[in-house]
């Protein structure tokens, strides 16, 4: 089955910051999504990403899928408060089943 | 507000009790699923369904029982808990566009 690793585990960055979370797959990736968790609340979708090389913009989140399609990164340019959560990727498996990595907090210092 | 409701909220069992954990969209998705959300583990995939009377089971089943009597509906039933399924649970749902809508999440703790 597939799985989802993310890298890193916990982050804490001044506001203001750049940031880059990454997450990979163990097999090549059909469909990447992106979500954000706050603590309580239900998974927010960020963006998907299906085509090797693909780029895609969300206010001051950007995601890319490699050309390898196993591999893709989320960049936060500027952040703010607003962006601490959890950051988590997901992918479809063969089996239409979906799939998560572990997740990534992030917590922005003002 | 169209989305995914769930309740309860937060639920505390005894070891041995039955419950269920509902869960309603209103978006006419076909596709629904059960999550449940453990520290360091991300999210598992309990039981899922691409339709009305259609269920089948994800990476850890046990335990856990669904039906999909109605498009809207996605109930998750615990017939005898016990402390390993405290968790948070999550239902989604998901439909022609990419993504999927989760719900609030339900925390459970199993004494």
């Known amino acids: 089955s597939q799985e989802l690793e993310q890298s890193p585990q916990s982050l804490i960055v001044q506001e203001g910051k750049n940031l880059t979370i990454n997450c990979t797959s163990s097999?090549?990736?059909?469909?990447l999504y992106w979500y954000k968790q706050k603590y309580g609340e239900g998974l927010i979708f960020l963006m998907m990403?299906?085509?090797?090389?693909e780029e895609k913009s969300h206010e001051k989140i950007t995601a890319k899928l490699d050309e390898k399609k196993q591999q893709s990164s989320l960049h936060i340019t500027a952040s703010q408060p607003s962006h601490a959560g959890i950051y988590l990727c997901?992918?479809?498996?063969?089996?239409?089943?979906?799939?998560f990595g572990p997740g990534t907090r992030l917590s922005v210092l003002p | 507000n169209a989305g995914v409701t769930q309740t309860p909220k937060f639920q505390v069992l005894k070891t041995g009790q039955s419950m269920t954990l509902q869960c309603a969209q209103d978006?006419?998705?076909?596709?629904m699923s059960w999550y449940r959300q453990d520290p360091g583990m991300g999210l598992r995939l309990i039981h899922y369904?691409?339709?009305?009377?259609?269920?089948d089971q994800g990476e850890v089943p046990n335990g856990y029982n669904v039906s999909r009597s109605t498009t809207e509906d996605f109930p998750l039933r615990l017939l005898s808990a016990a402390p390993s399924q405290t968790s948070v649970y999550f239902c989604?749902?998901?439909?022609?566009?990419?993504?999927?809508?989760f719900g609030s999440g339900t925390r459970l703790t199993v004494v």
């Open positions: 989604a749902s998901s439909g022609t566009r990419p993504g999927y809508t």
């Open positions: 097999k090549t990736l059909y469909g």
């Open positions: 990403l299906q085509k090797g090389g």
């Open positions: 997901g992918a479809e498996d063969y089996g239409q089943n979906f799939v």
């Open positions: 978006m006419n998705h076909e596709y």
């Open positions: 369904s691409v339709g009305a009377g259609i269920t």
